[in-house]
T-cell receptor
């Protein structure tokens, strides 16, 4: 089944404790990206990747890192999480950046205390 | 600039039609999308329309695009309680060249039995 998976789905952590949210797709997509969803703000792009080893900042990259060492995986790294990073995070992928269909993962709900 | 606006809430009775409206600002957008988010779930792509189309129909869903006014609407015929969800309008600005989707704040659709 074609899908985007994220782990963990739910995470509670404390300020400053490094964490990684994984994202994996099985559709051989070149393009992947991360969004965060906050009430009243919709979804905003954090980082995106056009292909392996090609990543760039989205609209709200502060406090986040990403890597794209393999085509299927695009982990989101919070080196020193802060409470303002409490949010719902979505990973998305598509064959190409211009592709009409982007597939979203199920979301990761993060609470930073 | 890039901005997508939606009304925040819509309530209808089961069996009625629902119309969710959206306005966007980037006239270069190639595709415009409607996503559905059920409680606790990820984003499901409902439908999309290419910018050179005025209308697209898919079973109970009708999308209307008015490029002059930069207005997009989603009509759900014979609305069911299972249609209760948050609906996001999104545009894909060609000018951004990043594959980024610009989302509205989301419209919560409440369907009363």
């Amino acid at each position: 089944e074609a899908q985007v998976t994220q782990n963990p789905r739910y995470l509670i952590t404390v300020t400053g404790k490094k964490l990684t949210v994984t994202c994996s797709q099985n559709m051989n997509h070149e393009y992947m990206s991360w969004y965060r969803q906050d009430p009243g703000l919709g979804l905003r792009q954090i980082y995106y990747s056009m292909n392996v080893e090609v990543t760039d900042k989205g609209d709200v990259p502060e406090g986040y890192k990403v890597s794209r060492k393999e085509k299927r995986n695009f982990p989101l790294i919070l080196e020193s999480p802060s409470p303002n990073q409490t949010s719902l995070y979505f990973c998305a992928s598509s064959l190409l950046a211009e592709q009409e269909t982007q597939y979203f993962g199920p979301g990761t709900r993060l609470l930073v205390l | 600039g890039e901005d997508v606006e939606q009304s925040l809430f819509l309530s209808v009775r089961e069996g009625d039609s629902s119309v969710i409206n959206c306005t966007y600002t980037d006239s270069s957008s190639t595709y415009l999308y409607w996503y559905k988010q059920e409680p606790g779930a990820g984003l499901q792509l409902l439908t999309y329309i290419f910018s050179n189309m005025d209308m697209k129909q898919d079973q109970r869903l009708t999308v209307l695009l008015n490029k002059k006014d930069k207005h997009l609407s989603l009509r759900i015929a014979d609305t069911q309680t299972g249609d209760s969800a948050i609906y996001f309008c999104a545009e894909s600005p060609f000018s951004s060249n990043t594959g980024k989707l610009i989302f509205g704040q989301g419209t919560t659709l409440q369907v009363k039995p």
